[in-house]
């Protein structure tokens, strides 16, 4: 049985990493090809479903079959950098399925700031534009970002609506996606204004997640500070050795 | 008018932080008396107070009583995309590394290890738990197993005062090469918070890792906990 149960949860890992990235909706392959694919026990595959299931990743149809459920955002991360760099460190939410929201604190043009002009290795004087959000999932809030890109290469981001649309389409499709990023971790502790929108109290632990991101002309497009809840989320990497 | 997007006390916070980064204020430097910074920013004192806070909070300046607040010593850093082990981390910065050895042991692995290493239950590991010093600050307690059947003959002396990638290397041929680690914050347990010194209940890092060598076999599984405010984790993947 030990055994039985390490396997079960090694086919559940292998079918979310197969299948993690599939479309919302998406009909994954039956139990038996599944079974096939993995040279296991059509029961064993069964229940890993099951699993999954519960945890939300995926829903089933009686007769039809298992597709995957997630929302228009992956649901697992909240990082959407990492998933994009691929191998940086992640913030997943520590259940599956779970809806993502977002919530603009404030946005906008910011002149004259040294400290966000050099972590943007911008001149003296050149406009940020920065966007400050909440991300709540399944209504709860996860975390806090503090967003800041080089207002000069994004000249018509004033006009976004960032409750709607995604940074990193938006940078996407002006062709300065971040690529590559420098990122740093803590634990730190909650101050009264982060406090007050992750809703727990002044001086618990919290995540803060720190990122530069450059493009693929190796210029920096982004800097984050990221206020991230430690009971919701882990992070996870693979290091080289 | 327009919604403000950075308040008084966020923007005097990241000046100061930039000072710092600039190293015009050093580590371990106090800082000016809020007087005189508010004066010097043309805030309330009140603006200046809020600013520290943050900062603190942030761990970049330690508050001490009475005598204001200070640059908080730089943290030692785990760089994960050259991976070094916890010696050479500390050691990096200047500082002295010590680990004691509490425990070593073979043990047959219980449902917890089984599931963390996807082994069946009953696998013989070599469990090694030490207590890491930095200059002397109890910094992380941390537990290491050891796949025994990779390992046959291990002994204490193999890793006690001695850095465990050497011995494997050096010992068994085995070059480590890959880590699927995993970080999560957790809470003091009655041992941990004796070990480092700190309250029960006082928020730690869990940071633990399955390791693979060069033939992609699991060596080992380590779990570590270590004090927040002494440490990050970085990883960079442009020059």
Redesign the interface.
Known sequence: M??E??LY??IRDRIVEDYGGWLDGEAIPGERELAAKYDVKRSTIKYALKKLEEQGMVYRIRGKGTFIHKNKESPMDINGAAVQ?N???SALVRSYGIKISNVVL???T?TG????E?KLDLQEGEPVF?L?RVRYGNDEPLAIEYTYVPKSIFPDIEELDFSMVSLYDYMDANGHMPE??????????????EARYLELPV?D?S??FELIG?DSE?RIVEYTESYIR??KT???????? | M?????FKDE?IS??L??RI?DQRLKEGARLPSERALAEDFGVQRDTVRCAL??LV???VLVKRTRQGCFVAPK?IEFD????RSVKKSIENIGRESKAVLLNFEILSMG?KL??KT?????TLCYSIMRLRYENDRAMSVERSYIIAEHVPGLTQQDVDQKSL?STLRQKFRIS??????????VYATDMEAELLKVKKDE?L?RYE?L?YDRKGRLIEFFDNVLK?DS????????A
């Open positions: 030990a055994r149960k390490g949860k090694r760099g191998k940086g460190i404030a946005c906008g910011i700031n040294r400290f966000l050099s920065a400050h590559k990023f420098d990122q740093v971790l803590r634990v730190t502790r909650l101050s009264p204004k001086d632990p995540f803060y450059i190796r430690c009971d882990e992070f996870k990497f693979t290091a080289r050795i | 327009r919604r403000r997007i950075l923007e990241r000046e932080e930039r980064i806070e943050i909070k942030k761990g943290r994960l995309n050259n991976f449902e089984s599931e996807l082994l069946p239950e009953g990638s480590l090469v890959s880590s699927h680690q995993r970080l999560t914050q928020p890092i890792g390791v927040t440490i990050e984790f970085r990883i960079k993947d442009f």
